[in-house]
């Protein structure tokens, strides 16, 4: 685990080791262990590396690595779980390796396979690999974008980096604010701008599932590497259990020590129980919660007692909080706004401070099991509108137009609208009802349907799922959730140089996962029903039934944004929107300070729309605009 970046320029001559090694450190926190900088000959290309060491902690597996002849070089953050299997074939095919660093066989796969060489990978990775024969940067990031690449085209060539922060080091790169990401950011449920946006014009995430190549400081193509199949197939309970185990077992692989995250809910709980039934020693484990009373940690010690780990917990410290959400506006670089990113962000803390640079968690599983609680009401829906033959979609569309803001009308639109473009449905109406009110007139000026459409139709190109759940589930995994699950999972366990696995996100079970019919997830209702439900009968033989059965709560779901906002942040929040900045005049300050004043009033106004305003006011007092 650890920090790239690198530069590639259209001439020679123009890679500056000093512009390099400031975006190298930048990164120190991701990689406090070692750090390696490279140009080549031409000084048209160079790579650097921030590491922190976990499989071969030997100098020899500092990075970039370089195969047998040094004409590929590689930098990569992340963690390949099958090296031992490719190593194996690759040296029986003659290849010589250096190392025993899991990172070098992406170098001698490339070697063979070339751009597929990522099909054969399983593991969470971002990395690039610079070919001195052609020429040629090729870069990937992982199937669902659990390690995050950042890239930029600059006036002399192209630059990338695991953090934004590193890219605002390279003196070249522009500061432009983008309005379709501020935009995007602010509509429904999402806390953070979505990918391939970022808050600035000039910087772009690669996509999960995506490649990238570059010739001479241009980029010569963007694209998708995998998509899912939305076919359903059987598997039993034991499948999944075999498959969770084994997941779990690739993830317990280093030469440190592996701890856990542990809520007591099905996730975390399964994943330490697995841990067990695999050998695993004297565990520990950690939670997080509003006080000692908090139910969730109480949950937490009953299931620490069941599996005997060696169990610590830590509490929510409203000042310490802000500070530390502060801190992670200022490590990502662009605005978010997720209370649980700060209480992961606390954890990680406390872990590292016991030596821990490795914990498994349980994210993912909520997003492909179906463990939210609305996801009964996306079923219920998706029962009706698997039923209602295609010439009844124009009358619900038709419909739609005469409703006001409400639940019904968010239905009759996604019912109304083809497969692969429900969700889109959903954000094109919130986007023409919200961007009028808060935008400046010229701030937005393509239509909002053109850009949902160009957003989120890319996901669905080759195929989209029949039932609405399942559409609304795969872009929760890959878009929408992300602030939950991929960058939870990266952002503030990296400010800390921890490596944080998921085993809910392996390949295998993810597809496992997709491929089940939702009625063997969920239960459809308009109100709280069952969810998880193949989850959880596959681990009723390992867990008691009061754990896996609770009701759902969450990470952090006894602090509330709205009570924080209301209450210990309230004086905070209050001086922010007074002097509320309008992103260079892309938003209506009066405006905004109206959506506050309704909040305050109880007068309809979502917390979320009113916490995510605060982060993009924080973020613009600590970050530089042009």
């Known amino acids: 685990m650890c920090g790239i970046a690198g530069i590639a320029t259209h001439s020679p001559g123009k890679v500056e080791n000093t512009v390099l090694a400031q975006m190298a450190s930048a990164l120190e926190h991701r990689g406090p262990d070692a750090n390696g900088l490279w140009v080549n000959d031409h000084h048209s290309l160079g790579l650097a590396h921030t590491r922190l060491s976990i499989i071969d902690l030997t100098p020899a597996a500092n990075q970039p690595l370089f195969n047998e002849t040094k004409s590929l070089s590689l930098v990569c953050n992340g963690e390949i779980y099958n090296h031992k299997e490719l190593r194996a074939g690759l040296e029986a095919k003659g290849h010589r390796f250096k190392t025993n660093s899991d990172s070098e066989v992406i170098l001698h796969l490339y070697e063979d396979l070339g751009e597929n060489c990522v099909n054969h990978l399983k593991g969470m990775f971002a990395f690039a690999i610079f070919d001195e024969k052609t020429r040629e940067l090729f870069c990937c990031r992982d199937r669902f974008g659990k390690k995050p690449f950042f890239y930029s085209e600059t006036p002399d060539g192209f630059a990338f980096a695991s953090e934004i922060p590193s890219l605002l080091s390279h003196p070249h790169v522009n500061r432009t604010i983008d309005p379709t990401a501020v935009g995007l950011y602010l509509l429904r449920n999402l806390r953070h701008i979505p990918d391939p946006y970022t808050i600035f014009q000039h910087i772009r995430r690669l996509p999960p599932g995506h490649l990238l190549k570059v010739k001479n400081g241009h980029i010569e193509q963007i694209r998708p590497y995998w998509h899912p199949s939305f076919e359903t197939r059987a598997?039993?309970?034991?499948?999944?259990?075999?498959?969770?185990?084994?997941?779990?077992?690739?993830?317990?692989?280093?030469?440190?020590?592996?701890?856990?995250?542990?809520?007591?809910?099905?996730?975390?709980?399964?994943?330490?129980?697995?841990?067990?039934?695999?050998?695993?020693?004297?565990?520990?484990?950690?939670?997080f919660g509003r006080d000692q009373d908090d139910p969730e940690l109480i949950q937490a010690r009953k299931v620490a007692s069941l599996l005997e780990t060696e169990h610590k917990e830590f509490y929510f410290d409203p000042e310490e909080q802000h500070r530390q959400f502060e801190s992670l506006l200022s490590q990502l670089g662009e605005p978010i706004m997720a209370l649980p990113l700060t209480h992961t962000y606390s954890l990680c803390q406390h872990i590292r401070q016991d030596g821990i640079k490795v914990v498994l968690s349980g994210h993912g599983a909520d997003e492909v099991f179906y463990g939210y609680t609305g996801f009964n009401r996306l079923a219920l829906l998706s029962l009706i509108g698997d039923m209602?033959?295609?010439?009844?979609?124009?009358?619900?569309?038709?419909?739609?137009?005469?409703?006001?803001?409400?639940m019904l009308k968010e239905s009759f639109l996604a019912l109304g609208a083809k497969?692969?473009?429900?969700?889109?449905?959903?954000?094109?109406?919130?986007?023409?009802?919200?961007?009028?009110?808060?935008?400046?007139?010229?701030?937005?000026?393509?239509?909002?349907?053109?850009?949902?459409?160009?957003?989120?139709?890319?996901?669905?190109?080759?195929?989209?799922?029949?039932?609405?759940?399942?559409?609304?589930?795969?872009?929760?995994?890959?878009?929408?959730?992300?602030?939950?699950?991929?960058?939870?999972?990266?952002?503030?366990?990296?400010?800390?140089?921890?490596?944080?696995?998921?085993?809910f996100l392996d390949d295998e079970l993810i597809s496992l996962a997709l491929s089940?019919?939702?009625?063997?997830?969920?239960r459809p209702s308009l109100f709280n029903g069952q969810n998880k439900l193949f989850l959880k009968k596959a681990l009723e033989s390992r867990l008691p039934k009061d754990i896996l059965y609770a009701p759902k709560r969450g990470f952090g779901y006894h602090i509330q944004e709205e009570a924080v906002l209301k209450g210990a942040w309230k004086t905070r929040v209050d001086d922010a929107f007074n002097s509320f900045q309008d992103l260079s005049g892309l938003l209506d300050r009066e405006a905004v300070k109206r959506l506050k004043k309704s909040f305050d009033a109880n007068q309809g106004t979502p917390a979320i729309l009113i916490a995510k305003l605060y982060a993009l006011h924080l973020f613009q007092s600590s970050v530089a605009m042009d």
């Not at 799922?465 to 939870?488: C, K």
């Not at 089940?516 to 969920?522: D, R």
Request: with cysteine; aromatic share 8%.
């Open 516 to 522: 089940l019919p939702y009625s063997l997830k969920v």
């Open 419 to 503: 497969n692969g473009h429900r969700k889109e449905a959903l954000y094109r109406s919130e986007a023409m009802e919200l961007w009028p009110k808060i935008f400046h007139g010229a701030a937005l000026e393509t239509r909002p349907n053109t850009i949902i459409h160009d957003w989120i139709s890319p996901w669905f190109k080759s195929s989209s799922p029949r039932s609405y759940i399942d559409e609304a589930a795969y872009l929760g995994l890959m878009l929408e959730n992300a602030h939950a699950v991929t960058i939870a999972s990266d952002l503030p366990a990296m400010a800390h140089g921890i490596e944080m696995r998921c085993p």
């Open 235 to 287: 598997f039993s309970q034991d499948d999944l259990l075999q498959v969770l185990d084994q997941s779990v077992a690739r993830r317990m692989v280093a030469d440190v020590e592996v701890a856990a995250l542990l809520s007591g809910g099905v996730d975390s709980s399964a994943i330490v129980d697995s841990m067990k039934r695999q050998g695993a020693k004297k565990i520990r484990t950690y939670a």
């Open 388 to 406: 209602i033959p295609s010439f009844g979609k124009p009358l619900l569309k038709a419909l739609s137009t005469t409703i006001p803001p409400s």
